[in-house]
RNA sequence: GGCCCAUUCGUCUAGCGGUCUAGGACGCCACCCUCUCACGGUGGAGAUCGGGGGUUCGAAUCCCCCAUGGGUCACCA
């Protein structure tokens, strides 16, 4: 450990992720779990990922495989989870309903809670009634007033939820580790509901149950949970529970503001994936929105994890930098050794190069290749744009125009001459290498009395087909002596009319 | 509407009472490097710290009010 805080000064913490499956993370959503990955790993606790599926209705099929695949491919290992168990086990919500009603048994029995016989409908209709009088929504309480055995002979046949017994009276003062006290009246409190009518714990009754059988440290979310923490507060305290240290993150906002869409970065952690953003880019650039290190940008993983410190999360809202990221996953893209660039690009060209490219790939192609665009490309999506041409079996000559700018305009005959001359020179050339290749370019261009850089947007308009493309010389030794010869020829050719 | 949260360059942030005429990064502009594009280098524009009151010898930093933005008021999480 080089800076920040020693882990060995701090109590090992023991955080989760909690994802209800209904749906992909995104990024605001994994930036939660990236920071409390990082705060596990830098007390050296535990990270632990559990499934909160306790909307039977709103569970999506493979969305828990997804999570998972989410979380592995940033590199977020966990050390407890749904398809690795643990101690804790069960990870999953929905297998662990006897232990949510046992702790309902006794809210019961203590009369921290009491069952709801009321229908949605009369519900629906309360909060119509309060709306109209413009009074606060929330249930009331009428069934609150049941007689215990009453309610209780009702119950035994009667469909019910059971509400926890909010007092009427004092306040409620809750910790977020970030913004510290938040107090609330009771009387603003109404008596919600922990059990279902099938069965199923509400979240508040499940994460309190969970994180405390879990010997959860701090609970890490969202801060849409604020307002709801000071329910939890009494949840944890009537079932005799030690609260926990509350950590509620701020959200991530599009780019122009407002709430993240599909459009502006609200896609899918693999998705980030697909677009060819590098693990280590990601995990830097969304631990570093709403969270800073001096005047650190670009942190390593285990810098990270050294340095990292949760209390120290920003609290306002960060907007979505997507030119940051790019910008920063260009820079993990030149840090990246040659040879496993050299894989990632390999794979990306396999399903991004058009299908008449025989496959596999030539591989050697692909590492003579890689250094030459290392720099020049920010994600791996920009890979195939960039060097499809290598790939080509037939390179089109560009139309005229494109060769008769600037100091070529109105001079085709002495373009194609100067095209010809440089295919001669070209072919004359043994061996065939960029070094020698480009004494011999610049030496013809001063021969034709052009300036070299002129002379060789002529050469690779014909030999890449574009304007822009890699260094040229190291370009040209690897398409080869023939082909580039007989580019030039046909371009010059093309030129003469 | 009630309750709650937030507010430093366009953006992400540093800052935790004096070292701030507010630092870094992305983006932007200029120049340099240069065969194109990039990379890299140098320099520049850019926030009187949302506004107004306090507290203090001294406030971006503490307190209050206001404004703005956001969240939440389900048998969803």
């Not at 822009?468 to 040209?476: A, N, Q, R």
Request: charged share 25%; proline share 8%; net charge negative.
């Amino acid at each position: 450990m080089s800076e920040g805080t020693t882990p060995s000064t701090t109590k090992p913490a023991r955080v989760r992720y909690a994802p209800s499956p209904t749906g992909d993370p995104h990024v605001g959503n994994i930036r939660t779990a990236v920071w409390a990955w990082l705060h596990a790993r830098h007390t050296s606790g535990q990270f632990l990922v559990r499934i909160e599926d306790t909307d039977q209705s709103r569970k999506q099929p493979g969305s828990e495989e997804r999570i998972l695949a989410s979380l592995e491919w940033l590199g977020l290992d966990w050390d407890e989870g749904p398809d690795i168990g643990g101690p804790f086990g069960p990870y999953v919500q929905s297998q662990r309903l006897p232990l949510y009603h046992a702790a309902v048994e006794r809210l019961l029995a203590d009369g921290n809670a009491y069952p709801c016989f009321c229908t949605p409908e009369e519900l629906d209709a309360l909060r119509e009634r309060q709306r109209a009088e413009k009074r606060p929504p929330g249930y009331e309480g009428k069934c609150r007033v049941i007689p215990r055995e009453e309610a209780a002979a009702r119950a035994a046949s009667e469909p019910h939820v059971v509400r926890f017994a909010v007092p009427d009276e004092g306040t409620t003062v809750a910790v977020d580790l970030l913004r510290g006290p938040i107090e609330v009246e009771n009387s603003t409190l109404d008596d919600f509901v922990i059990l279902k009518s099938d069965g199923y714990p509400t979240y508040h009754l499940a994460h309190v149950v969970d994180d405390h059988e879990m010997e959860i440290t701090h609970v890490t979310r969202g801060d849409e949970w604020i307002p709801s923490m000071p329910r939890h507060a009494l949840l944890f305290d009537a079932l005799g529970y030690e609260r926990p240290i509350f950590v509620h993150t701020s959200i991530i906002l599009a780019p122009g503001g407002g709430k993240l869409s599909k459009r502006h970065g609200a896609k899918s952690m693999l998705e980030y994936a697909e677009d060819g953003y590098l693990p280590d880019a990601v995990l830097n650039f969304l631990c570093i929105t709403g969270w800073g290190y001096g005047d650190e940008t670009v942190m390593s993983r285990e810098q990270l994890i050294d340095v990292f410190e949760i209390e120290n999360i920003g609290l306002n809202p960060a907007t979505f930098d997507m030119e940051k990221l790019a910008w920063l996953n260009g820079v993990y893209i030149r840090q990246t050794p040659i040879a496993e660039l050299a894989e990632l690009i390999a794979r990306r060209l396999e399903v991004d190069l058009p299908p008449e490219v025989p496959r596999p790939l030539d591989r050697a192609l692909v590492e003579e290749v890689t250094p030459l665009i290392q720099e020049r490309i920010q994600t791996l999506a920009e890979v195939k744009d960039l060097v499809d041409f290598f790939w080509a079996p037939e390179v089109p000559v560009p139309a005229a125009e494109e060769f008769l700018q600037k100091k070529w305009k109105d001079r085709a005959e002495a373009a194609s001459f100067a095209l010809a001359r440089s295919a001669d020179v070209t072919d004359a050339l043994d061996p065939f290498e960029a070094a020698p290749l480009e004494e011999q370019l610049r030496a013809l261009a001063d021969e034709l009395e052009v300036k070299a850089g002129d002379l060789f947007t002529l050469i690779r308009l014909a030999v890449t087909g574009r304007r822009v493309s890699p260094p040229l010389f190291e370009t040209m030794e690897i398409v080869g002596q023939g082909v580039c010869v007989d580019r030039l020829r046909a371009a010059s050719a093309y030129l003469a009319g």
